[in-house]
C-alpha cells in the first residue's frame, strides 16, 4: 500500500462501545485525516465529518448510540459528511428484520436514509464472510478518483471503483426504499446495495470494512477525506 498523506481534513470516529476503532483510525489517518476517537458532543460538531463504525447487532448498536441519535441527525441536515461503516451503514436506515429475528422487537435506525436492513436467504452461507465484488450503479465523490487496478488514473474517475473487492461480514444487508439510494451493488445470493448515500449526498455508507480492503478501501477513505476537506 502507498504511504500516509498530508492531513486534510479533520475526521471524528463516534465511540459509542462498538466498533474496530483502531483499525478505522489507522486507515483514516492513511487517507490524510486527523482523527479523534470521541464520545463529546462538542468534537463531533466541530468535525469536518463523521464516521461511525460498528459490528454486532442492530439493536444493540442503536441502544449505544441511543444518547448520539439527536446530534447526528442534526450534524447530517446540516450538511456534515457522516461515513457509516458496516453497522454503521445498516444504522443510517430506517430499520432492520435483524431485531425481530432476535427477538427484541421493533428498533428504530437513525432513517437518514429510508429503507431497511433484511437478511440473507438461506440459500448462502450466513455470515458472508471475506472478500467481494463492487458495482458501480452511479456517481458519487465515494467512488471516483483512480482505482487500485488504475494509479495513473486512466480509469474512469467516476466508476474507479467498479470491479474491484472489498472486505465483508455481515448478516444483513442494506434495502433503501429509493433505488437511487444505491451507489454501487454486490452479489451474494441476491445482488444487494453495498455503498448507499441519501439524496444531499453527504451520508453514505459501505456494508464492507474499507479498512479492510487493500487499495480499494484506501482510495474510498480518501476520497471521504477529500470530501471532508471540500465541504
Known sequence: MRGQRQTVAEVAVVD???GNLRSVTRGLERAGAAVDVTDDPDTIVDADGIVLPGVGAFSEGMDNAGPFRELLVEQAEAGTPLFGICLGM???LTSSEEADHEGEGEVEGLDLIPGTNVRFPDSVKVP????????VQRTHPLVSGPGAADPDGTADSDRSVDGEYAYFVH??????????AVVATTEYGPEFASIVANE??????TQFHPEKSGETGL???RNFVDF???R
Open 228 to 230: 471532508c476537506a471540500d
Open 171 to 180: 448478516s444483513y444487508y442494506a434495502r433503501p426504499d429509493d433505488p437511487d
Open 128 to 135: 458472508q464472510m471475506g472478500w467481494n465484488t463492487l458495482s
Open 200 to 205: 444531499a449526498g453527504n451520508v453514505f455508507g
Open 90 to 92: 445498516q444504522m443510517l
Open 16 to 18: 459509542y462501545g462498538l
Open 219 to 221: 482510495q474510498i477513505l
